[in-house]
T-cell receptor, first 116, second 111 residues
Framework: EAGVAQSPRYKIIEKRQSVAFWCNPISGHATLYWYQQILGQGPKLLIQFQNNGVVDDSQLPKDRFSAERLKGVDSTLKIQPAKLEDSAVYLC??????????????FGPGTRLLVL | KNQVEQSPQSLIILEGKNCTLQCNYTVSPFSNLRWYKQDTGRGPVSLTIMTFSENTKSNGRYTATLDADTKQSSLHITASQLSDSASYICVVIFNDYKLSFGAGTTVTVRA
């Protein structure tokens, strides 16, 4: 089974530039998540999609971050304009609900962003 | 505030030795608790999932325990191997679908 795919794996930009990340979840997974993981910390949820609808975006800095999941499959996360503190790993995960109604999350390898 | 706290922040152990990681949480209403292993440069991978009624669950050399009354969980690694060097993250699921992550414990296994 193919895992969650993310691209690019690494990105270096200057502050105030824009950047976009792409995620392709596991086929059939209805739920997709974007997390921000700063070095030495656990992942922080940015946005959660159920199919192509937003379930939770309460921690998404909406003045500069945006995300979409067209057609309920792939998703993109954009930062515009980037700040130094956005340097982090951006993890995408997808999940499905099993017969016991538990969501099992599968994470992609992440995109490492460095803002100079 | 829904919080998950892990200890220690990091530890170093010799190959073949055992270690135990701790996770305390204040999250509610509790749905289930998971331990993830995150290798450097990779996304987290699920090790164990425990619901409210489960006290212990094993996955090979990894054994997780849960005390829902005291809101504490532990992850025990037996006979550590070099490949166990990673960050171990405790995640509590609440409100059925929301996740609260701990900061992780970095384990370094030395030969």
């Amino acid at each position: 089974e193919a895992g969650v795919a993310q691209s690019p794996r690494y990105k270096i930009i200057e502050k105030r530039q824009s950047v976009a990340f792409w995620c392709n979840p596991i086929s059939g997974h209805a739920t997709l998540y974007w997390y921000q993981q700063i070095l030495g910390q656990g992942p922080k949820l940015l946005i959660q999609f159920q199919n192509n609808g937003v379930v939770d975006d309460s921690q998404l800095p909406k003045d500069r971050f945006s995300a979409e999941r067209l057609k309920g499959v792939d998703s993109t996360l954009k930062i515009q304009p980037a700040k130094l503190e956005d340097s982090a790993v951006y993890l995408c995960a997808s999940s499905y609900r099993d017969r016991s109604f538990q969501e099992t999350q599968y994470f992609g390898p992440g995109t490492r962003l460095l803002v100079l | 505030k829904n919080q998950v706290e892990q200890s220690p922040q990091s530890l170093i152990i010799l190959e073949g030795k055992n270690c135990t990681l701790q996770c305390n949480y204040t999250v509610s209403p509790f749905s289930n608790l998971r331990w993830y292993k995150q290798d450097t440069g990779r996304g987290p991978v699920s090790l164990t999932i425990m619901t409210f009624s489960e006290n212990t669950k094993s996955n090979g050399r990894y054994t997780a325990t849960l005390d829902a009354d005291t809101k504490q969980s532990s992850l025990h690694i037996t006979a550590s191997q070099l490949s166990d060097s990673a960050s171990y993250i405790c995640v509590v699921i609440f409100n059925d679908y929301k996740l609260s992550f701990g900061a992780g414990t970095t384990v370094t296994v030395r030969a």
